[in-house]
């Protein structure tokens, strides 16, 4: 009897021994639009092991729901909890995946040894391991999210023409965000992180309850992003990467000049933060490279590191809902940075991202200032379906209208529309100043806001110029521009009520721009007050109203000396409302 039960025990082991040796761990909640992590046991493993555990392991699942299917690669994920653990090691692999519909979702997992197989498109190469083949099922609910998370909007993707939409709700996402500090990311209190920005007066803003990691690390970080939500303010511009760039202090890697080992436990912090983000209603303007470091990455073409650093930044932060991927700030090759991306580098660059992005994120990239170089750049670009818009910056703020106008017809006329932003309103010098200069922030509302968006761009970014005291490198308390946000949130949540997609920029004023629904609504835009205002409505017949809106208060529906007109004529639409200064800006609807 003894021995049977000896032998017996000797079985149960060999065959424990025999099995593969890992679980299936699902987390998250089981929602539309939430994020759902698969987590494995597979090779112990570490970020400096002799065999590479980002480079020659390839984790990815296929996720379907009847005839629908994404294919999503997962990465090396340490102990499973690096965020707390700052772990290096460990046998936990993971894939986060978002639904976009409720209902029952099948999963089929891949996950292959191999050398350089994370970057290899062949779906066989090297030898299938561990949990490879590994199958499953979980059913999802619908979201019941609501307000500013994105969980209840659903993902930001490429409308059918010049605007950002949310795939869940139908939004149109009109864009009013800070461009800085561009190394947002070197925040004192992730892992591995040169410790220069700090935030200390945003701690305040932390609410109990928001994420930390490591006995309440993060507090800072997550206070300023709920600052900027509180206000209005819906995006966040930041570099991943800027090795030999302006700041030198954001990297993904585990050392500075390392390319091929990435730091686990930092990005897993990063991910906390894009979370909270996600949570309220910051989209993550996550800028690739910079101009001073475009060629770092394989001399410029996409070589084994370029597709590496893309592949573990997809794969750990792809599923976020708020995301724009922009491929480079400042691309390209101009007099006083001679060492950057081709044309051709730049379109190859591009479509290889689009092909390894399972989601359909947006896809933009930044341009250099001048006039001249948005021609350099851009014009090859037009028509290509991988780039959904363009990321423009600015010298002069009085081309905001003519640069917005000029590129979504260009756009439109190649057969692709893209999204237009004002992400860098020049000079670079100055950009957007604090509060304690009203008057270059009125000029800004003035040149570059509002005439982005009635010229039927997406909106903008607010970039700290070099020059400056709170700069766009060491910026440290967005406070102090508290008046700039207040307005930029006016903006954007005025033109979020339009019917924006069935609107075209036209000129049909004596003495401002307008936004047109032919026949139904006009909105006018009136950057300084003088001369009496018309408006065109001779093509169309009908009564309108006239209201007026006020950029700097944010007031609505007000009323100036003439509330109705008819169609048939050119028509007066009188003065504005009594009581407000002379030569102030003003936006007239009338439908």
């Not at 009847?66 to 997962?74: K, L």
């Not at 639409?573 to 439908?591: C, K, M, N, T």
């Amino acid at each position: 009897m003894k021995s049977r039960m000896k032998d017996t025990l000797l079985i149960w082991l060999l065959t424990l021994i025999m099995l593969p040796g890992y679980a299936t761990e699902i987390d998250g909640e089981l929602k539309q639009w939430h994020t759902i992590t698969l987590t494995f046991e597979g090779p112990t493993t570490s970020e400096y092991d002799t065999l590479n555990p980002f480079l020659n392991y390839r984790l990815q699942t296929t996720f379907t729901q009847g005839e629908q299917q994404i294919t999503v690669p997962g990465y090396f994920a340490a102990d499973g909890k690096a965020s707390e653990t700052s772990a290096r090691a460990g046998n936990k692999w993971q894939v986060k995946f978002v639904p976009n519909l409720p209902g029952e979702w099948l999963y089929e997992v891949s996950f292959r040894q191999g050398k350089n197989i994370a970057i290899s498109d062949k779906l066989e190469t090297g030898k299938g391991i561990a949990f490879d083949g590994e199958s499953g099922k979980f059913e999802v609910i619908a979201s019941d999210k609501s307000g500013r998370d994105f969980r209840s909007k659903g993902r930001l993707t490429k409308g059918a023409g010049h605007y950002p939409i949310f795939s869940g709700s139908k939004e149109v996402f009109v864009k009013g965000g800070t461009n800085s500090p561009e190394d947002l990311l070197a925040y004192y209190e992730f892992d591995g992180t040169p410790p220069k920005h700090h935030y200390a007066n945003h701690v305040n803003s932390y609410r109990h309850g928001d994420v930390t990691w490591q006995q309440g690390k993060g507090k800072n970080l997550i206070g300023a992003m709920n600052y900027l939500s509180d206000k209005g303010i819906n995006a966040v511009y930041f570099l991943t990467m800027n090795v030999m760039g302006d700041g030198k202090n954001v990297w993904p890697w585990t050392e500075e000049h390392e390319r091929y080992r990435f730091d686990v436990s930092k990005l897993a912090q990063w991910e906390l933060v894009f979370s909270h983000m996600d949570e309220v209603g910051l989209a993550q303007h996550l800028i690739t490279q910079e101009t001073e470091n475009e060629n770092l990455l394989d001399i410029g073409y996409v070589g084994i590191q370029r597709k590496l650093y893309y592949r573990e930044m997809i794969a750990r932060f792809g599923h976020h809902l708020g995301l724009i991927w922009n491929m480079g700030e400042e691309n390209g090759i101009t007099h006083w940075s001679p060492v950057g991306q081709t044309e051709k580098m730049r379109e190859e660059m591009i479509n290889y991202f689009r092909s390894v992005e399972p989601y359909g994120n947006l896809l933009v990239i930044h341009t250099l200032p001048d006039l001249k170089d948005h021609e350099r750049t851009m014009t090859p670009l037009l028509g290509n379906e991988a780039l959904d818009g363009v990321s423009f910056q600015i010298h002069h703020q009085h081309d905001s209208y003519h640069v917005t106008t000029q590129w979504r017809e260009k756009s439109a006329e190649a057969g692709y529309p893209w999204i237009i932003w004002i992400d860098e309103i020049g000079p670079a010098k100055v950009g957007a100043w604090s509060d304690d200069r009203p008057a270059q922030q009125d000029s800004v509302r003035k040149e570059v806001i509002y005439p982005n968006l009635i010229g039927g761009g997406a909106g903008i970014e607010h970039y700290f110029g070099y020059k400056q005291k709170h700069s766009d490198l060491t910026s440290e308390d967005w406070t102090v521009r508290d008046r700039l946000w207040t307005m930029t949130a006016h903006a954007i949540q005025y033109f979020d009520k339009l019917p924006l997609e069935q609107m075209l920029p036209v000129s049909q004023t004596s003495t401002g721009y307008c936004l047109a629904q032919a026949g139904e609504r006009y909105v006018v835009y009136i950057p300084e007050f003088g001369e009496e205002l018309t408006l065109d409505l001779t093509q169309t017949e009908g009564k309108y109203s006239v209201h007026w809106f006020d950029p700097v208060t944010g007031k609505d529906e007000l009323k100036g000396s003439v509330r109705r007109i008819k169609g048939g004529a050119k028509v007066s639409l009188g003065s504005p409302p009594i009581g407000y200064p002379a030569g102030q800006d003003w936006v007239v609807r009338v439908e």
